[in-house]
Structure formats: C-alpha cells, structure tokens
C-alpha cells in the first residue's frame, strides 16, 4: 500500500505518529509546510531526517485540513480581494493583504488572477468596476481575509520636522534680559 509508507517507501522504525506525536509537533510542522512554504515531501523529509517523525502523505493532509493550515488561494477569497483592494485604491489607499494570518504577495494574486477560471474572473471583473457591491451577492464573505495599509519599513522613515530655535521674542523675559546683560 502506497499511503502505509514513509517518504523513503520504509517502513518507520519506532511506528507512525501518535496523536500526542502530532500534538508536540503541530507548531514545527506548521511553520514549515505554511509559513516557510515548504512542499509536502519537503515537510515530511524534515520532520523524518530531523525529528524521527513518521507519517504518511494522508496523515499531514488529514491533519492539515483538521488544524485548517491551507495554501491555496480559493475563488470566493480572490473575488473578495480584489474587490476589498478596488475599493480601498479608490479611497487612495495601498494595500497588503492576509489570509488565515499569512501575507500574500502581491504578485502571486496577479498571477491567479490570469489563471483563474472564466467564471471567477468574470466575477473579479465585475466587483473591480463596482467595488460597492456587497460581496455577498458574488460570493460569502470571507473573515480570514484581512486588506489594510502596509506597515512603514525601514526604507520610509518617518519624516520629522527640523528642530527650529527658539526665537528671542518668545523667550522668557528675565532669560533675555540675562542674555543681554552677559552679552554687553
């Protein structure tokens, strides 16, 4: 049986996963399959090499879809995007955007959007002129979605206004008046 072996087509020495195994390791496993966006081979060749954690390709993807952990950018999410960026660029504002906690680039959203299904880019075309249209009347709303401002990086520092010296007129009388006095 295919899915009964590890990565290397071996039975694992120690058995597979346990539900405690899977628990100490959900944080690891995480960060490495979503948030250094390693494959699922890749994930499974670490935590095998490294943690002596065996489980096959429907253990991670059953556990993945339990803890809710998903790449994939889905229609009603793109549709939702767009039309929250349309929105937010007519009120003159940039935007970064996050599903489920993770920053999406902006470049993998335009390449989604030119292979997107006809259906979904009819819709995107749609909610891109008409911005104001509820997205519920095209798809649910989506509350893992989050469209703000980026953050200033250290490449825009803040710009401050230059320190201007007090002028004498708005000075302390007695301060002026000792100022004169020392200087004369």
């Not at 999406?104 to 995107?124: D, F, G, T, W």
Request: aromatic share 8%; with cysteine.
């Amino acid at each position: 049986m295919g899915t009964s072996r590890s990565i290397d087509g071996a039975r694992p020495p120690d058995g597979w996963a346990t539900a405690n195994d899977w628990a100490n390791h959900q944080p690891l496993i995480t960060a490495l399959y979503r948030d250094q966006n390693k494959t699922l081979k890749e994930t499974m060749q670490v935590m095998e090499e490294k943690h002596e954690f065996f489980a096959t390709v429907r253990m991670y993807k059953a556990r993945f879809q339990q803890w809710g952990i998903e790449k994939k950018i889905k229609a009603e999410d793109a549709v939702e995007i767009f039309r929250q960026q349309t929105a937010r660029a007519k009120a003159g504002k940039s935007s970064v955007v996050y599903i489920r906690g993770r920053r999406i680039n902006p470049e993998r959203l335009q390449r989604y959007r030119y292979r997107a299904a006809a259906i979904v880019s009819e819709q995107i075309l749609m909610v891109e002129k008409e911005p104001a249209i509820s997205s519920s009347e095209i798809s649910p709303p989506s509350s893992h979605i989050i469209c703000r401002t980026p953050s200033p990086t250290p490449e825009d520092p803040p710009t401050l206004t230059p320190h201007l010296d007090d002028p004498t007129d708005f000075r302390v009388p007695h301060e002026s008046s000792l100022e004169n006095s020392t200087s004369a």
